[in-house]
C-alpha cells in the first residue's frame, strides 16, 4: 500500500496544531500562577485614618525553639518605629507592668483586650510579633542562621488592624572547597561558630529592623508609615 505525500501532511499539521495549542495552555497556566503569585500592594487606608501617635510593643510569640528570640526581636523594635516618627513605650516599662501584674508569658499578653491596653500604657496602637523561625540551622552542606516573623498593628481605640507585615532574614555560607566531607565539616563548624558569636542575635535585630521600618526595600514588602514625629509624615 503507498501514501501519497498529500495524505501524510493533514495528520501532521494536526499534530502541530494540537502540541501549538497545548503549549499556549502552559503558557497561560503559567502567567495566571504567576499573577496570582504577585504580592498586591498593601491598603494604607486603616492606617492613615488611624493616625496613631504612641505604639505599644506587645512580648513576642515565640514559635521558634530558642528561648532568646524574643529578646533579639525586642531589642531591635524600638529604633525603627522611633526613626519612623512615632512614640514607643518604653519595652522595659511595659515588660515590668506586665510582670507586676503577673502577666509573664507572650501568649497572655497579647490576648489581653484592646481597651484594657489602652487604658493601663495609654498607648494608640499595639504591635504584635510572632517569632517564626530563629538561630541556626544545619543542613547538608552548609550552616545558616536565619530569623523569620510577621507582626500586625492594632488601633487600640478601635481593635482594627491597621498594618501587618512579614520578614525573612538568612545568612547561608556554602564552602565548596575540600569535596563533600570538607562542605560538612565546614557546615559543622560554622554551626558551632554562629552559636558561640551569637550571630543569631544579630540577625534577629536586623530582621526585627527590617519588620518594623519605614524604609522601602526588598526585605520589607509594607513599610510602616511615617508617624507624627518624622519631617516625611504624610508623604507616603
Given at each position: 500500500m503507498s501514501f501519497s505525500s498529500t495524505s501524510l501532511v493533514a495528520p501532521r499539521r494536526a499534530i502541530f496544531a494540537a502540541r501549538a495549542a497545548r503549549c499556549a495552555l502552559?503558557?497561560?497556566?503559567?502567567?495566571l500562577l504567576s499573577a496570582c503569585a504577585t504580592r498586591q500592594p498593601f491598603d494604607y487606608?486603616?492606617?492613615?485614618?488611624?493616625?496613631?501617635r504612641s505604639i505599644l510593643v506587645l512580648p513576642p510569640v515565640n514559635q521558634s525553639p530558642e528561648v532568646d528570640a524574643p529578646l533579639s526581636f525586642l531589642s531591635g523594635a524600638s529604633v525603627p518605629l522611633?526613626?519612623?516618627?512615632?512614640?514607643?513605650?518604653?519595652?522595659?516599662?511595659?515588660?515590668e507592668t506586665f510582670k507586676q501584674n503577673g502577666v509573664t508569658v507572650a501568649d497572655e499578653a497579647q490576648n489581653?483586650?484592646?481597651a484594657r491596653l489602652r487604658k493601663i500604657f495609654g498607648a494608640d496602637a499595639?504591635?504584635?510579633i510572632t517569632i517564626e523561625r530563629f538561630g541556626t540551622s544545619y543542613r547538608l552542606i552548609e550552616s545558616v542562621v536565619e530569623a523569620s516573623a510577621h507582626a500586625r498593628?492594632?488601633?487600640?481605640?478601635?481593635?482594627?488592624?491597621i498594618w501587618n507585615n512579614k520578614v525573612y532574614l538568612s545568612t547561608g555560607q556554602n564552602n565548596s572547597g575540600g569535596g563533600l566531607i570538607g562542605m560538612l565539616v565546614n557546615a559543622a563548624i560554622n554551626q558551632i561558630t554562629n552559636t558561640l558569636s551569637n550571630k543569631a542575635h544579630q540577625v534577629g535585630r536586623a530582621a526585627s529592623y527590617h519588620l518594623l521600618s519605614?524604609?522601602?526595600?526588598?526585605?520589607?514588602?509594607?513599610?510602616m508609615l511615617y508617624?507624627?514625629?518624622?519631617?516625611?509624615?504624610?508623604?507616603?
Open positions: 502552559l503558557v497561560g497556566a503559567a502567567l487606608t486603616a492606617f492613615k485614618a488611624s493616625r496613631p522611633g526613626e519612623a516618627g512615632y512614640y514607643v513605650i518604653p519595652i522595659a516599662l511595659a515588660a489581653i483586650p484592646y499595639a504591635l504584635y498593628l492594632v488601633d487600640l481605640r478601635s481593635g482594627q488592624e519605614a524604609r522601602k526595600g526588598t526585605s520589607n514588602a509594607n513599610p508617624g507624627p514625629y518624622h519631617a516625611l509624615v504624610g508623604t507616603d
